[in-house]
T-cell receptor, first 114, second 114 residues
């Protein structure tokens, strides 16, 4: 059984371009989370899904960000009109919808906006 | 506003000795706490957790203590090993019996030297 996978692992883009990241959770997990981590900080929550429903969004998720989980399996996070401040590690995690179940993280996608 | 605080950015311990990592929180609604370990270029890995109905949870060399009145928790690693060298994140949830978003501290870099 594989863990959470993310693609790509690294992305370098120019300011103003759009980027899309993909996350494949652990297969039986019905909850999927997106976090962002910048240098010297812990992961910061962006949004999460239960199956295909997006249940919560952080105020960090500006209108340039959109996340989807169309069939309740993999998820995509799109950033439109990227800015230098978007440079960060984007982490995906998944969990079972069970009592006190921990979140399993993927390796992350490192985004650099030039 | 940082609701989970790890005030020590780094800790250095000799192999075989005890490592104590500390974490404070401000939100009294937090009822579930987790510790994650992170190596460079990898996502955070779950280590141990504790619910607010307990004051101690032990798993092998790792023990987490929770002091609700002080809003403080600590992670003890005994004995420390060089492979424990990593960044340790404290995280908290206010999700009750089901986990939603996690709030993370900034992390503590643990270095275990021979």
């Amino acid at each position: 059984d594989t863990g959470v996978s993310q693609d790509p692992r690294h992305k370098i883009t120019k300011r103003g371009q759009n980027v899309t990241f993909r996350c494949d959770p652990i297969s039986e997990h019905n909850r999927l989370y997106w976090y962002r981590q910048t240098l010297g900080q812990g992961p910061e929550f962006l949004t999460y899904f239960q199956n295909e429903a997006q249940l919560e969004k952080s105020r960090l998720l500006s209108d340039r960000f959109s996340a989807e989980r169309p069939k309740g399996s993999f998820s995509t996070l799109e950033i439109q009109r990227t800015e230098q401040g978007d440079s960060a590690m984007y982490l995906c995690a998944s969990s079972l919808h069970y009592l006190f179940d921990e979140q399993f993280f993927g390796p992350g996608t490192r985004l650099t906006v030039l | 506003d940082q609701q989970v605080k790890q005030n020590s950015p780094s800790l250095s311990v000799q192999e075989g000795r005890i490592s104590i990592l500390n974490c404070d929180y401000t939100n009294s609604m937090f009822d579930y706490f987790l510790w994650y370990k992170k190596y460079p270029a990898e996502g955070p890995t779950f280590l141990i957790s504790i619910s607010s109905i307990k004051d101690k949870n032990e798993d092998g060399r790792f023990t987490v203590f929770l002091n609700k009145s002080a809003k403080h928790l600590s992670l003890h690693i005994v004995p420390s090993q060089p492979g424990d060298s990593a960044v340790y994140f404290c995280a908290a949830s206010a999700g009750g019996s089901t986990l939603g978003r996690l709030y993370f501290g900034r992390g503590t870099q643990l270095t275990v030297w021979p």
